[in-house]
């Protein structure tokens, strides 16, 4: 006779630790990516006017985060939960209002 009674689900706990984290603020970022990792780089564009010479924005790289394919979806679909949840709130969130700087392609 076979067992019909399914395995209990083992409750597991989860534990964070921010001891060692630190906290950046970016204004921007440049996302590059191989078959198995996508690369994604946090930071600042900062524009600069030097005399003689054109407009420029410099992007100051502050953190490299490099993630597999499976872990890229799963900040995805986490990031666009936030972004419908504050939008709900406070309405439709405008890009480059204000005539900040592009973001940096990648």
């Excluded at 499976?70 to 209002?97: D, H, M, P, T, W």
Aim: glycine share 10%; hydrophobic share 35%.
């Amino acid at each position: 006779m076979a067992d019909d009674q399914q395995p209990q689900q083992q409750q597991v706990q989860l534990r964070i630790d921010e001891s060692k984290m630190t906290s950046t603020y970016a204004n921007t970022i440049r996302t590059s990516n191989t078959q198995d990792e996508l690369i994604m780089d946090f930071g600042m564009n900062i524009p600069m006017q030097i005399p003689g010479q054109a407009p420029m924005v410099v992007f100051n790289v502050g953190s490299r985060v490099i993630m597999n394919w499976a872990g890229a979806k799963r900040l995805a679909l986490s990031l666009g939960s936030a972004v419908r949840g504050y939008e709900e709130r406070f309405g439709e969130i405008e890009i480059n209002q204000g005539g900040g700087q592009p973001p940096a392609q990648g």
